[in-house]
């Protein structure tokens, strides 16, 4: 099975920053696109960034400049380096990866479990 788990989450005042990562383990033969959602309370997922397995990425208008999406094809890892916080930017946030498990199996995407960040004085 394929298990995606999230770190790097916390309080963080405004201005401040944090670094996500999501290890992708496993039964992995090739990892397409990951992504970072995130959740707030009383609203819906939204996707913050994405990044493809040649490093093209996207970003939400509300986080570009600030955020910054990479990943690590050796490591099979994915972080978000998120800079300048606002208290806008609470919420769960949430590693997505489309991952091929086997060479016969087509791709499927999973979830990691999420991390809480909180942006507060």
């Known amino acids: 099975q394929v298990q995606l788990t999230e770190s790097g989450g916390g309080l963080v005042q405004p201005g401040g920053s944090l670094r996500l990562s999501c290890v992708v383990s496993?039964?992995?033969?090739?990892?397409?696109?990951m992504d970072w959602y995130r959740q707030a309370p009383g609203k819906e997922r939204e996707l913050v960034s994405s990044?493809?397995?040649?490093?093209?990425?996207g970003y939400a208008d509300s986080v570009k400049g600030r955020f910054t999406i990479s990943r690590d094809n050796v490591k099979n890892t994915v972080y978000l380096q998120m800079n300048s916080l606002k208290p806008e930017d609470t919420a769960v946030y949430y590693c997505?990866?489309?991952?091929?498990?086997?060479?016969?199996?087509?791709?499927?995407?999973?979830w990691g479990q999420g991390t809480q960040v909180t942006v507060s004085s």
């Open positions: 997505n990866s489309e991952v091929q498990a086997t060479p016969l199996l087509v791709t499927v995407r999973y």
């Open positions: 496993g039964r992995i033969f090739n990892i397409n696109n």
């Open positions: 990044i493809t397995k040649s490093g093209i990425t």
